[in-house]
T-cell receptor, first 112, second 114 residues
Framework: SQKIEQNSEALNIQEGKTATLTCNYTNYSPAYLQWYRQDPGRGPVFLLLIRENEKEKRKERLKVTFDTTLKQSLFHITASQPADSATYLCARHSNSGYALNFGKGTSLLVTP | GAGVSQSPSNKVTEKGKDVELRCDPISGHTALYWYRQSLGQGLEFLIYFQGNSAPDKSGLPSDRFSAERTGGSVSTLTIQRTQQEDSAVYLC????????????FGQGTRLTVV
């Protein structure tokens, strides 16, 4: 079966530092990986999508990498701010192409 | 509306009752997903609709769960004979078709079975 795994332990970092979150997947490499942010009591919000032939994708203070050899995606937030505190989810489509499967998410807490 | 709309936002029901949860996707989005999120847990895929194709029901946990999508737009998730373990937030998302498109989520329906 296909699995997508994220570090279940919360990540606590100091404001201004770079946060790095990890997403590992099993079996075949998906054509795309997606990252979402979820705040308490709200639905996830899309952040970034990276294709398998892209090593890196950036959007403002966000950077995502995709390593098909390691079967891993890293999500970086540079110059982190307390407002970045949330749960971050990675997602991939199943090999049927239908279901968008999510990891359990990693909770990030940025302290002043 | 501009976003995905779900109703009700909260639902408290007695064990054994049936419930219906509604999702209005973004206009024009042909793909629609239902997920379940239990407290402190990740998103559990339930069902996927794409246009007029047969839905992918592989995530439905039991035959008490069913979903419909009428006219390719509004979707209803029905849970029959609710159990306490059905208590969770039920999230709906819609998107354009394809793996390279983002999913837009509603705010969810918080279901509590007492």
């Amino acid at each position: 079966s296909q699995k997508i795994e994220q570090n279940s332990e919360a990540l606590n970092i100091q404001e201004g530092k770079t946060a790095t979150l990890t997403c590992n997947y099993t079996n075949y490499s998906p054509a795309y990986l997606q990252w979402y942010r979820q705040d308490p009591g709200r639905g996830p919000v899309f952040l970034l999508l990276i294709r398998e032939n892209e090593k890196e994708k950036r959007k403002e203070r966000l950077k995502v990498t995709f390593d098909t050899t390691l079967k891993q995606s890293l999500f970086h937030i540079t110059a982190s701010q307390p407002a970045d505190s949330a749960t971050y989810l990675c997602a991939r489509h199943s090999n049927s192409g239908y279901a968008l499967n999510f990891g359990k998410g990693t909770s990030l807490l940025v302290t002043p | 509306g501009a976003g995905v709309s779900q109703s009700p936002s909260n639902k408290v029901t007695e064990k054994g009752k049936d419930v219906e949860l509604r999702c209005d996707p973004i206009s024009g989005h042909t793909a629609l997903y239902w997920y379940r999120q239990s407290l402190g847990q990740g998103l559990e895929f339930l069902i996927y609709f794409q246009g007029n194709s047969a839905p992918d029901k592989s995530g439905l946990p039991s035959d008490r769960f069913s979903a419909e999508r009428t006219g390719g737009s509004v979707s209803t998730l029905t849970i029959q004979r609710t159990q306490q373990e059905d208590s969770a937030v039920y999230l709906c998302a819609s998107s354009n078709p394809g793996q390279n498109t983002e999913a837009f989520f509603g705010q969810g329906t918080r279901l509590t079975v007492v």
